[in-house]
């Protein structure tokens, strides 16, 4: 692609050097082949450590009363970020201790959430995807 239409910042961010940024994170397994992690911006800093969001909501999608969540980073003055997440249940009798034990017995210290918000949904795109970026900015 050339660049971003009338958007000359977005595109200066994003193509570089003839290469196009796309802020994907991933590793190369030892066959060879890519797995895509998560996205660069929404990665979460907790005192120095990178927790990716998929990596806990994967883990809170194996919980039965789990029907959907989102994780993000929330500013916190001693580690940076704290974790937090956004969760809808497939069961009502879902606590927030049932989340935090949980992701404890399934999650390093540093990635189990600290902040844990019930909604009755997320938004999400045309196609289904939730938009993180909304729930940041609320």
């Keep these: 692609m050339k660049g971003y239409w009338q958007r000359p910042e977005s595109t200066a961010e994003t193509i570089k050097d003839g ?6 994170m991933g590793f190369m397994h030892p066959d060879g082949f890519f797995q ?3 996205r660069k911006k929404d990665m979460i800093l907790v005192s120095g450590f990178n927790v990716y969001p998929n990596e806990i909501e994967d ?6 009363k789990v029907l959907e969540s989102a994780a993000l980073g929330l500013p916190d ?6 974790v937090q997440v956004f ?3 497939k069961d009502p009798s ?6 935090i034990e949980h992701c404890r017995a399934n999650l390093t210290a540093y990635k189990v ?4 918000q019930f909604r009755t949904d997320l938004p999400k795109t045309n196609v289904g995807k939730i938009l ?7």
């Design 113 to 116: 959430p600290k902040k844990i």
């Design 19 to 24: 290469w196009l940024c796309t802020g994907d």
């Design 87 to 89: 969760i809808v249940k």
């Design 59 to 64: 883990v809170l999608a194996m919980h039965p």
């Design 77 to 82: 003055e001693k580690s940076g970020e704290v």
């Design 36 to 38: 895509i992690v998560d």
């Design 94 to 99: 879902l606590t927030e201790a049932e989340v």
């Design 132 to 138: 993180r970026r909304e729930l940041r900015d609320k």
